[in-house]
T-cell receptor, first 114, second 112 residues
Framework: DSGVTQTPKHLITATGQRVTLRCSPR?????VYWYQQSLDQGLQFLIQ???????AKGNILERFSAQQFPDLHSELNLSSLELGDSALYFC?????????????FGPGTRLTVT | DAKTTQPNSMESNEEEPVHLPCNHS???????IHWYRQLPSQGPEYVIH???SNVNNRMASLAIAEDRKSSTLILHRATLRDAAVYYC?????????????FGKGTKLTVNP
């Protein structure tokens, strides 16, 4: 158990819809990262938040957005969903103040768009 | 992003050592070498990291070439639970980008 929790575990929705994925980082971790894992693209970094502020952006679509709240939990919002958005979405957290920056990953949310 | 090259797959027998290679010829002086693994149906899991010297922890050992252009992850006694995809990743040092750039990794199969 990494200490990172993600809800829901599974999500099935239709094209055009909007969903919200939630992540609670390990206690004390200030950084939250979102990754997408699909069969054709592999594991891809989407976005990072540090203590409520956006810190780095990867291959995140404009239809996707994220935020980190004062209690440090984070949400990833996916809108106007397309079939190609079906994937596993992982959240990770890290202790930004540490020297090694290892990231701890949650169990993921499996999104299926039909 | 600095690139790494790993074999697509490797096979091992239970209780034998496993050496997983990684080439990173374009590594810069401040890049750390990180290894993560992903067990089936789970999120990636940190294994080990290093900069220049060889490193050991409870999970594995990391051997880094003197010129830092390659490294080897060593599992001293493979178990069935070690069957996973292993990713070798270069990360910028403190103050640099913290994102992980995953390649395709090496799928390790452990035979009983």
């Amino acid at each position: 158990d990494s200490g990172v929790t993600q809800t829901p575990k599974h999500l099935i929705t239709a094209t055009g819809q909007r969903v919200t994925l939630r992540c609670s980082p390990r206690s004390g971790d200030l950084s939250v990262y979102w990754y997408q894992q699909s069969l054709d693209q592999g594991l891809q970094f989407l976005i990072q938040y540090y203590n409520g502020e956006e810190r780095a952006k990867g291959n995140i679509l404009e239809r996707f957005s994220a935020q980190q709240f004062p209690d440090l939990h984070s949400e990833l919002n996916l809108s106007s969903l397309e079939l190609g958005d079906s994937a596993l979405y992982f959240c990770a957290s890290s202790d930004h103040g540490g020297l090694s920056y290892e990231q701890y990953f949650g169990p993921g949310t499996r999104l299926t768009v039909t | 992003d600095a690139k790494t090259t790993q074999p697509n797959s490797m096979e091992s027998n239970e209780e034998e050592p496993v050496h997983l290679p990684c080439n990173h010829s374009t590594i810069s002086g401040t890049d750390y070498i990180h290894w993560y693994r992903q067990l089936p149906s789970q999120g990636p899991e940190y294994v080990i990291h290093g900069l220049t010297s060889n490193v050991n922890n409870r999970m594995a050992s990391l051997a880094i070439a003197e010129d830092r252009k390659s490294s080897t992850l060593i599992l001293h006694r493979a178990t069935l639970r070690d069957a996973a995809v292993y990713y070798c990743i270069l990360r910028e040092g403190q103050g640099g980008s913290e994102k992980l750039v995953f390649g395709k990794g090496t799928k390790l199969t452990v035979n009983p």
